[in-house]
């Protein structure tokens, strides 16, 4: 079946950084859009950062300057590499991967892993 398990997640004070991970298994990685999201206590799930199979990133405004999102097909692995953190940032993290052939579609989501900025 198909399984995202995102690690990485934490405490960790502002101005910190972290790195979560997304193990993929049961699909074909490459070929997939690979996306984070994060949701906040109490706010509605928010598109953090993406990337195509073909490697164009996105991201969130807020993000920006601070976050990389990265790929590595070889190890079916999604990365988001997060510096200089905020209080802000804190929310969980998803793992979105996502297939829209001719026909159909195909969307799974991972468990989520906790990122808390705080002193």
């Known amino acids: 079946q198909v399984q995202l398990v995102e690690s990485g997640g934490g405490l960790v004070q502002p101005g910190g950084s972290l790195r979560l991970s997304c193990e993929a298994s049961g699909i074909i990685f490459a070929i997939y859009t690979m996306t984070w999201y994060r949701q906040a206590p109490g706010k509605q799930r928010e598109l953090v950062a993406g990337?195509?199979?073909?490697?164009?990133?996105n991201y969130a405004d807020s993000v920006k300057g601070r976050f990389t999102i990265s790929r590595d097909t070889a190890k079916n692995t999604l990365y988001l590499q997060m510096n200089s953190l905020k209080p802000e940032d804190t929310a969980v993290y998803y793992c979105?991967?996502?297939?829209?052939?001719?026909?159909?579609?195909?969307?799974?989501w991972g468990q989520g892993t906790q990122v808390t900025v705080s002193s």
């Open positions: 979105n991967a996502d297939y829209k052939p001719g026909s159909g579609s195909y969307n799974y």
């Open positions: 990337v195509s199979s073909d490697g164009k990133t």
